[in-house]
């Protein structure tokens, strides 16, 4: 496997190692030890499988107690995948990093505890399947503004064009007024 620093700090993607042939391809999308030598590690106790249109916006999700690490993976299709910095401690609080992930491309993106997450959906059917360190906890989720200027994140959406929001989505906090880690 291969690891690739984004340019928040703890936020990597892991490139696996795939094995491909006339029948197909093979592919580990975890192994407990490869990735603890990474530095990701769970324990992990919960898969989620998300299924998207085009242009389906999810998030910024993040809670502020049982936080969660996810490691996130597009099974079908492609997304446009958000992590933004909501550790207060941090030099970089408030900023974003943003990478596209394709199936064909196999890649992971590893989002530590600390940090919203949210995604946009490039293609119909889209699938992402993530695993996380933690339950979710409904009454401790919160969802930063996918549009807060303060933030300033760049979708990649036309001139004028809407995403596709579920009405939490469509009522996130902005940046200076969300609930933080410390």
Not at 52 to 68: D, E, I, P
Not at 107 to 130: C, E
Not at 164 to 173: E, F, I, P, Q, R
Request: glycine content about 6%; overall charge negative.
């Amino acid at each position: 496997m291969n690891i690739v620093p984004l340019t928040l700090r703890d936020v990597r993607v892991v490139e696996p190692r795939v094995y491909s042939d006339n029948r197909g391809a093979f592919l580990e999308t975890w192994n407990e030890q490869a990735y603890a030598d990474l530095g990701i590690s769970g324990p992990f106790v919960q898969d989620n499988l998300s299924v998207s249109c085009k242009n389906t916006l999810r998030g910024l999700h993040y809670q502020v107690q049982q936080a969660q690490g996810k490691l996130v993976r597009v099974v079908r299709g492609a997304i446009y995948d958000v992590v933004v910095d909501l550790r207060r401690s941090s030099p970089q609080f408030g900023q974003w990093t943003a990478i596209t992930l394709r199936a064909e491309e196999q890649r992971a993106l590893w989002v530590p505890a600390g940090f919203a997450h949210g995604f946009l959906a490039l293609a119909d059917d889209t699938w992402v399947q993530y695993k996380v360190t933690d339950y979710w906890a409904p009454a401790h989720e919160r969802t930063l503004a996918w549009n807060d200027p303060t933030v300033g994140v760049s979708w990649p959406l036309a001139q004028g064009e809407v995403p596709l929001l579920s009405a939490k989505d469509a009522v996130g906090a902005a940046l200076l007024k969300a609930d933080h880690y410390p």
